[in-house]
C-alpha cells in the first residue's frame, strides 16, 4: 500500500508567480518529511525536509508547511522559475526502522512557462 | 567529491536473460540504498546496506534480484531471469554513516533504466 500519496501527477505555473505541490500521508509514525526534485535522466537531488515536530521550514524560495492533524504537506515555490521545471517527489523517513529508507509519492512534474 | 555512479545507464535485454546493474556510492557513505521506479509510478525501496551487510532487503520484489556489496564498496544487483515487470529505472542512493543526527541525506546516483522485451 501506498503511504505517500501526490495526487496530482503534473502542475503548470507562470514564471513569477507561486507554486504549490502537496502530499499526503497515511502513517503517522513517519518523522521527517522530504522532497527531492528531479530532472530528466539524472537521479533525484534533495531540496528541502521538515520534521514531524516542525510545521514550517523555510530556505530562500522553498517553504514547507506540514499539518500533522490532516496528513498533509506542501511545498511552496515563490517566485517560481523556469529553472524549476522538473518532476517534485514527496518523501517520508521513520526513525527506528531501516535507517534512512525512504517512502515515496509518485511524483509532480512541474512546469514552469515564461 | 564525487557524486553516486551507476552503470549501465541504459540496458535493454531479453526476457529470460541476466542482467547486472552497478553502483558506486559517494566514498566513506556506509549506507546504501537500491530503489526502482516503475513508470508513472513512486519510486520504491528494494534494498538497504550497512558496509557489507544486508540491513534490510523487505522490498525486494523475489528471488530473481540477488543484490551484493563487496568489501563494503559498490554494490551490485543482478536480475536472474529478466521478467518483462523488471522494466524501470533502478536507482542507487548512499549516505553517510548515523552518528545519531536527525536527518541523514540521501545522494541519488543517476538511475539504470532497465527495459526487459
Known amino acids: 500500500d501506498q503511504q505517500v500519496k501526490q495526487n496530482s501527477p503534473s502542475l503548470s505555473v507562470q514564471e513569477g508567480r507561486i507554486s504549490i505541490l502537496n502530499c499526503d500521508y497515511t502513517?503517522?509514525?513517519?518523522?521527517?518529511f522530504l522532497w527531492y526534485k528531479k530532472y530528466p535522466a539524472e537521479g533525484p537531488t534533495f531540496l528541502i525536509s521538515i520534521s514531524s515536530i516542525k510545521d514550517k521550514n523555510e530556505d530562500g524560495r522553498f517553504t514547507v508547511f506540514l499539518n500533522k492533524s490532516a496528513k498533509h504537506l506542501s511545498l511552496h515555490i515563490v517566485p517560481s522559475q523556469p529553472g524549476d521545471s522538473a518532476v517534485y517527489f514527496c518523501?517520508?523517513?521513520?526513525?527506528?526502522?531501516?535507517?534512512?529508507?525512504?517512502?515515496f509519492g509518485r511524483g509532480t512534474q512541474l512546469t514552469v512557462w515564461p | 567529491e564525487a557524486g553516486v555512479t551507476q552503470f549501465p545507464s541504459h540496458s535493454v535485454i531479453e526476457k529470460g536473460q541476466t542482467v547486472t546493474l552497478r553502483c558506486d556510492p559517494i566514498?566513506?557513505?556506509?549506507?546504501l540504498y537500491w530503489y526502482r521506479r516503475v513508470m508513472g509510478k513512486e519510486i520504491k525501496f528494494l534494498l538497504h546496506f550497512v558496509k557489507e551487510s544486508k540491513q534490510d532487503e523487505s522490498g525486494m520484489p523475489n528471488n530473481r534480484f540477488l543484490a551484493e556489496r563487496t568489501g563494503g564498496t559498490y554494490s551490485t544487483l543482478k536480475v536472474q531471469p529478466a521478467e518483462l515487470e523488471d522494466s524501470g529505472v533502478y536507482f542507487c542512493?548512499?549516505?553517510?554513516?548515523?552518528?545519531?543526527?536527525?536527518?541523514?541525506?540521501?545522494?541519488f546516483g543517476q538511475g539504470t533504466r532497465l527495459t526487459v522485451v
Open positions: 542512493a548512499s549516505s553517510r554513516p548515523d552518528r545519531g543526527q536527525a536527518f541523514t541525506e540521501a545522494f
Open positions: 566514498s566513506g557513505h556506509d549506507n
Open positions: 502513517n503517522s509514525m513517519f518523522d521527517y
Open positions: 518523501a517520508a523517513e521513520k526513525r527506528g526502522s531501516t535507517l534512512g529508507r525512504l517512502y
